[in-house]
């Protein structure tokens, strides 16, 4: 029998809503080029796609990230413990969060299947997506830091 | 409670209701393209969406599952080594009941070989 997944979500940003991402650069300043870098989709990732994206194929066109800081902090925080199982020194997708704030009118598509850990699809022209973050801050929490 | 598969980029691959159908999936995506769960972890959320205990690796999950399809098979093929043998000798304590005969000698047993096996 052929394995159910959950219907595709996607759709387009019709009210401002902030959105968060890890990414590897650890500040706003490094200029719109280098932070667009960090918003290449899935498929520009290389990344293999599971059974709902070969099912969807469209989802391989957006790209991850998260309901809330929080949500992406805890998941950075998995991502880091995998990094470590893997004996690896560093989170390979970077250690810092950006906050976006996605307005309507701009080509953004979201979706949210409602997951307990925040996950988002995010779908976007990459320079618009490094035009739209506010705000970059370090994954690691203050708290952890003096740890 | 909520079972969601992450990947070592952090991005949700699936999400599921039950632990059996998360480890299910991971069979089936791992069957489809051998290798493509390499770093994925399970996260276990309670009902109140905070995340229980630790990550489980799908490494370890897929290890286990490995090891538990060998043991039925090995079981499976016990019984039909032993099973025989328990009605025909009736001696001995792992076959007095019939039961199955471990590969691996317990304390006190002992593995019968295979010449035994046709022979017996």
Known sequence: ?147 | MEYVWSDRDGRTREFFDSRDDAIEALREEEKAQPGITAGWMLLTYDDDGEEVGDPEWAEELLRQETVVSFVTVAEGVGLFVAGPRAESSGSGPSTRHGFRRPLSAAKGTRVLSEAETVAG
């Open chain 1, 1 to 147: 029998m052929a394995k159910k997944y959950r219907a595709l979500k996607r759709k387009p940003v019709s009210e401002a809503v902030k959105v968060y991402r890890v990414v590897r650069v650890e500040s706003i300043a490094v200029g719109i080029d280098v932070l667009a870098g960090e918003f290449a989709s899935h498929r520009a990732a290389d990344c293999l796609p599971s059974g709902r994206e070969q099912k969807f194929p469209i989802l391989q066109d957006g790209l991850s990230g998260f309901r809330t800081e929080v949500l992406a902090r805890r998941r950075w925080r998995g991502m880091r413990k995998n990094a470590t199982q893997h004996d690896e020194v560093e989170v390979e997708k970077g250690s810092f969060i950006a906050e976006l704030e996605l307005k309507p009118g701009q080509d953004f598509y979201i979706e949210d299947l409602g997951e307990s850990g925040g996950h988002l699809t995010i779908w976007g022209n990459p320079t618009k997506l490094a035009e739209a973050v506010r705000r970059i801050d370090p994954a690691r929490n203050a708290e952890e830091e003096g740890s």
